[in-house]
Nanobody
Framework: HVQLQESGPGQVKPSQTLSLTCTVS??????????WNWIRQPPGKGLEWMGA???????YYSPSLKRRTSISRDTSKNQFTLQLSSVTPEDTAVYYC?????????????????WGQGTQVTVSS
C-alpha cells in the first residue's frame, strides 16, 4: 500500500521560496512506473496541477507555473520535493503530493491513485 506524506513550513513570507517534501512509503519513486505529482488547492478554488517527476527523473511543469517551479528528488530517501519561488499571497493553498500512472496534468481526484493528506501553506508577512 503506497503512502505519501507532505512536510514543510506552514507559513512563508512574500517573495520567498516555498519548499515542500513528499516522503513515499510502500512504493519506489525510481522503480514504480508512476508519475509523482504536486497539486494544490487555493481556498475556495479547485485543484491545480503544478508538476510531476517520472521514475526516470524527467520533470514536467504546468505552463502557468513553470517559471517559478522546480521539482527534484532524493532517491536515497525515496522523497521528491517542490520549490516555488517568488511566492505571493495568491500561492496560499493546501499542497498535495499524489501518484498517477500517466501524465494527466489535471486536478481531477480520480486521476490519481494515491494522495498525501495535504499540508496548508500560507503566504503572509
Amino acid at each position: 500500500h503506497v503512502q505519501l506524506q507532505e512536510s514543510g513550513p506552514g507559513q512563508v513570507k512574500p517573495s520567498q521560496t516555498l519548499s515542500l517534501t513528499c516522503t513515499v512509503s510502500g512504493g519506489s519513486i525510481t522503480s514504480d512506473y508512476a508519475y509523482w505529482n504536486w497539486i494544490r488547492q487555493p481556498p475556495g478554488k479547485g485543484l491545480e496541477w503544478m508538476g510531476a517527476i517520472f521514475n526516470s527523473g524527467s520533470v514536467y511543469y504546468s505552463p502557468s507555473l513553470k517559471r517559478r517551479t522546480s521539482i527534484s528528488r532524493d532517491t536515497s530517501k525515496n522523497q521528491f520535493t517542490l520549490q516555488l519561488s517568488s511566492v505571493t499571497p495568491e500561492d496560499t493553498a493546501v499542497y498535495y503530493c499524489a501518484r498517477s500512472n500517466a501524465l494527466l496534468m489535471t486536478g481531477w481526484v480520480r486521476d490519481y491513485s494515491y494522495w498525501g493528506q495535504g499540508t496548508q501553506v500560507t503566504v503572509s508577512s
